[in-house]
């Protein structure tokens, strides 16, 4: 807000602004706030709505985007590919490179192994891949290995264990097969996997354990022993009842969603 005291003559005799004012006269609020909201991550709409809710006046669209296009964009990319440069400095040679997988934003993110720092982001329209959502993390992964492989030796990528990635890094047939890239998995996400396995292998010992099988070929039971257990009904293999369980236990959508239950939250 600004206010003006003017004279009969119409000369401005002393001027007031709710905030400081900048060349070409940009108040600074207006500037501070969209170049912040750009670089939070926030967006207008958001922002605006919670303006709204507090009565407050914010700056129009059109300003808002202005003020982004003209002081913030070329800033932030020339400041993002510096920090890149410097990255790719320290990291000529024997690179390792962790890509842990596309976001809700579609963008592909590689992390340098031992350092941390991110030296690539792929960022993935819908449109590119005509709205195949289940090839943007393949589409991703590829713009990052032509990228990184024009200014970097890359000897290692980790991924998850995502089927198409691992067939475009396969040493005899893959698409990149020519640039000897060894290929690992993420050891967070192997060891999810296999919990779920070993929870579900743990929870199909019921159909053996309620049968008063404690230790069969694949396993045992893994509970400690168990008093007071004499007198108590079993229940006979491949009965009406047996196999009732067993149809509830060895469903997939069942074993699949079981580890989720073994804390009983």
Known sequence: MSVEWICPNGHCLWRWNSQPVLKFGM?????????????????????????KFMNMRMDNPNTHFTIQDS???????????????????????????DSPG????????TMELDSKEIVYVATIDKRQTNWNFNIMEKEGFIQTVDKL????????????????????LMPDKGTYKDLRIHHSLDMWHGAKNLSKKISTTLWIGVLHHVCNNHTWETGSCQNDHLEDTQGKQRIERDSKSHKALVDIILNKRWQKDVHKYLRFR
């Open 149 to 168: 492989t024009q200014d970097l030796k890359v000897v290692e990528f980790c991924t998850d264990a995502h089927v198409q990635i691992g067939a475009l």
């Open 27 to 51: 108040q600074a609020g207006d500037f501070l706030l969209s170049t912040n909201i750009l670089l939070s991550g926030n967006n207008y709409t958001k922002v605006a709505l919670l303006f």
């Open 71 to 97: 002081y913030c964009v070329d800033p932030i990319k020339t400041f993002w590919e510096e920090k890149r440069s410097e990255a790719f400095s320290r990291l000529q040679g024997d690179g390792r490179n």
């Open 102 to 109: 596309h976001s809700a934003q579609c963008s592909y993110t």
